[in-house]
Structures are given as C-alpha cells and as structure tokens.
C-alpha cells in the first residue's frame, strides 16, 4: 500500500478490528499471526510512495527553521520518520512467527499510533503549504529493519530500543528549538510533538520488554547480547545528551544507562 493516506486509514482500521474482536471475547491468536506464506528473504519496500526521494543522510539539507521552507523541511524529516514507523510496526506483526499473542498486539498498536503520529505532521505539513514528499529523507530506518530481518532479537534491540529510542533524546531539542522560533506554526509543532513524545515512550518500552522477554528465552544476557549485535549489525552509536527521565520510564536499567554514556 503506497499511498500515505491510504495505509494510515488501514493501519487504524486494522486496529480497529482487533479491538473489537478483543471487545467480543473472540480468539485473536489466528487474526494476528504472521502469514504461513512468509518468507524471511523479503526486504522490498513495503508501499514505498514514489516520493520523497531517498539519499544519503550526508546529502539532505540544513535549513533554519526561523524560515517557513526550513520549519516545512524539519516537519517533513519528523513526519518521514513516523511514516516508517507504520511500516516497522506492521512488519514486526507480519514477519515473525511463534510469539505470544501480545506481541502482535503491542506492535499493531504501535502501527495504529503511528498512523496517528503522521497524520498529525501532516496536516502541520499541509498548513505550511507543503505535503509528504515534497523534500529528500533519508532511510535508515527501514535499512535497519531490512537488516534485522532474520532475528527477531536483533530487530528488538536495534529498532526500537536504539534507533527509535533516539527520538526520545532528540524531541526536547527540537522543541526547545521550535520554542525559539516562536510562531505559531512552531508552536503547532510542539504540541504535536508532545503527544509524539509520550507515545514513544511506550513504544520504546515495547521495545525493551520484548528484547528482554527473548533475551531471557534464550539464556542471554540482555546488555552483553546488545555490545554483540550493535557491533554486528554497525547500529548508530548513541550520543549525548539523553532523555534520561523518558529512558527510564521506557524501561531502560541504571546498568544500560551507564552503558549508554559510556558508549556515547
């Protein structure tokens, strides 16, 4: 499904399913296991738009958001971030067999939200008098994804509970910034911002009880597992300053912390 609005409307729909299956006591197990037809080879692009165009993070734009084109570019860089993460979520729930029933479930949700999510950039977006695709982003996201496709533990760790929990760090700047600039729209902005920020909390907290819940399934141990697969997969390194109190509430142990401004 290619076309944004479209996947959002069916993101929520889906959801909307669930819940009311939920609602009538009805077996949810069959409705959100993955596909028997899956094979763990596909990586194509799921409903990629024809825009925005993908380059290198190296080559996309710095531009000030105290102009209307800069504050349109930073909108559209969050709004293509939130994109992805419908993607993430639905492919979390199509791709990997044999887990509990709250686990799809819990990543649906995140899908659902994030739908949420980028339709609120979106009509921010618009108000500017720009839409989806109407400047470069970068895909990081889903190259993680494509990366981590054959190990649910390695998806769990570096998506989530890496890349994603990132935003946790880089929201209170951004607002702070968007503060600064004062205007109505940057103001818009920042509340949509809030509510981001508190749904991904919880999303990272997903992220961080699912890594755990397979880390102990699998006799590891969760930090020295995650040296071993950040290294492997080359994930980003974390940089300071970090949104210790978001972190926490997310699920994030004293000992990660402190691994964290280690590696930072």
């Known amino acids: 499904m290619a076309d944004p609005e479209r996947k959002m409307a069916l993101t929520h729909a889906l959801w909307t399913e669930l819940t009311a299956v939920s609602a009538r006591g009805g077996d949810l197990s ?7 037809a899956l094979s763990c080879d596909e990586h194509r692009l799921p409903g990629r738009p024809p825009r925005p165009e993908l380059v290198p993070p190296a080559r996309l734009a710095q531009r000030s958001p105290y102009t209307a084109e800069g504050l349109a570019s930073l909108v559209h860089a969050i709004a293509h971030i939130e994109f992805n ?15 509990p029933t709250d686990f799809y479930r819990d990543w649906l949700r995140v899908a659902d939200e994030e739908a949420t999510h980028f339709a609120l950039l979106l009509g921010e977006l ?9 400047f470069p982003a970068h895909n990081g996201l889903w190259e993680m ?16 509970r890496t890349l994603e929990a990132r935003g946790l760090d880089a929201t209170p700047l951004i607002q702070a910034r968007l503060r600064k600039v004062g205007s109505p729209a940057a103001l818009r902005t920042v509340a949509a911002l809030d509510i981001i920020l508190r749904d991904e909390v919880g999303h990272v907290a997903i992220g961080n009880r699912w890594y755990g819940w397979l880390c102990q399934r699998q006799g590891l141990d969760p930090l020295a597992h995650y040296r ?7 994930a980003p390194r974390p940089r300071p300053p970090f949104n210790v109190e978001a972190r926490q509430q997310a699920g994030f142990t004293a000992e990660e912390l402190d691994y964290l401004h280690g590696a930072g």
């Open 30 to 36: 069959a409705a959100l296991a993955p596909h028997e």
């Open 145 to 160: 994804c494509i990366k981590t496709r054959h190990d649910i533990v390695a998806r769990m760790a570096l998506v989530p």
């Open 85 to 99: 993460a419908i993607n993430l979520g639905l492919d979390a729930v199509w791709r990997f067999a044999d887990m």
């Open 126 to 134: 618009r108000a500017l008098g720009h839409d989806y695709g109407d």
């Open 228 to 234: 071993v697969l950040a290294r492997r997969h080359e």
